[in-house]
């Protein structure tokens, strides 16, 4: 798995941070957590082609988070996509789509399908699920949270205690099938144990430290809004965004692996204030930087550039 960081800045972009987005690349499939104004040329500068995307999920409807869906739609007409595009939003998500197909002098030629999100939203795939939690920010606002499904190991102990011998049906029982073992119906329940664990990310949008997330949030990788630095804590609760430190609070009280920070305001010319104010709390904290590409591999954690 690959997480891209295409943009990581607040609600002015700067000469070097785009408006937010962020690619999560997974079995060739590109999902794209909210998609800001500039979204596709960032892709095109982090060498991620924009037909591979086949979901959007945007947080909620502030600018700097979803504008930048109109050009990519109409870059990805024009060049001849023709696979279904889902774009996933909170309430009047629909009104998006169809505002961006009549803004379009070319024809779109694909299927735009939206979905709307609420709080506990579950989109099941076979290989992963996501979750949608509504946090708090100034408008409704859903925190995106990707799981991976790694299925459900055998448990010795319990294959023991039943007397079954290793061989294809626990394969079967596996794959969620109910077997007959000498004479006994055996269901997968019987034989399986807990859920193994799979790799994790959790996008929080813009949002005031908030607890709505804390199940989610251990050994995974958490990219937290960190607008301000700690001595603006009051101006970042009056604008329903989080400091850095609190960031790191939440990442250090609820176990992260990783902490990203992200939607960094553009009066931070120099980011390592706020990098080194989380990591005093939180040692594993690392400032997000447009075209920075994490690469999660088993329990190693590589950060480097598509800038290169
Ligand atoms: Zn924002
Ligand atoms: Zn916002």
């Known amino acids: 798995m690959k997480i891209v960081f295409l943009g990581t800045g607040g609600s002015v972009p700067t000469k070097d941070r785009n408006h937010i987005s962020i690619a999560l690349i997974y079995e060739g499939e590109i999902i794209l957590l ?3 104004e500039g979204t596709q040329r960032q892709m095109i500068k982090a060498k991620l082609s924009m037909m591979k995307v086949s979901k959007i999920f945007i947080s909620h409807f502030h600018g ?5 869906l109109f050009g990519l739609i109409q870059s990805m007409s024009f060049f001849g996509r023709n696979k279904p595009l889902y774009i996933f939003g909170p309430k009047g998500i629909d009104k998006i789509v169809e505002i961006a197909r009549e803004l379009s002098i070319y024809e779109i030629n694909f299927d735009i399908i939206p979905v709307e999100i609420y709080d506990g939203f579950s989109l099941e795939e076979k290989s992963y699920r996501i979750i949608c939690k509504k946090v708090d920010h100034s408008i409704e606002t859903y925190a995106i949270i990707f799981e991976e499904k790694k299925g459900r190991g055998i448990d010795k102990e319990k294959i ?5 011998k290793p061989g294809p049906w626990l394969r079967e029982l596996k794959e969620g099938k109910t077997i007959v073992y000498n004479g006994k119906i055996i269901t997968p329940d019987m034989v399986l144990g807990e859920e193994k664990k799979g790799i994790r990310v959790v996008y929080t949008s813009d949002t005031r430290p908030t607890n709505v997330i804390a199940n989610y949030i251990k050994d995974s990788i958490l990219i937290h809004d960190a607008t301000f630095d700690d001595s603006l804590r009051l101006e970042a609760y009056q604008k329903y965004h989080s400091t850095a430190k609190q960031a790191a609070e939440i990442a250090r009280r609820f176990n992260a692996r990783h902490l990203f920070l992200i939607h960094i305001s553009s009066r931070y010319k120099d980011v390592s204030y706020l990098e080194d104010e989380a990591k005093k709390i939180f040692e594993n904290t690392t400032a997000a930087r447009d075209l920075m590409v994490v690469e999660i591999v088993k329990d ?3 950060i480097g550039s598509m800038q290169d």
Not at 64 to 68: P, T
Not at 160 to 164: A, D, H, Q
């Open 160 to 164: 023991k205690s039943l007397g079954i």
């Open 34 to 36: 909210d998609c800001g």
């Open 300 to 302: 190693r954690i590589n």
């Open 64 to 68: 700097d988070h979803f504008l930048g």
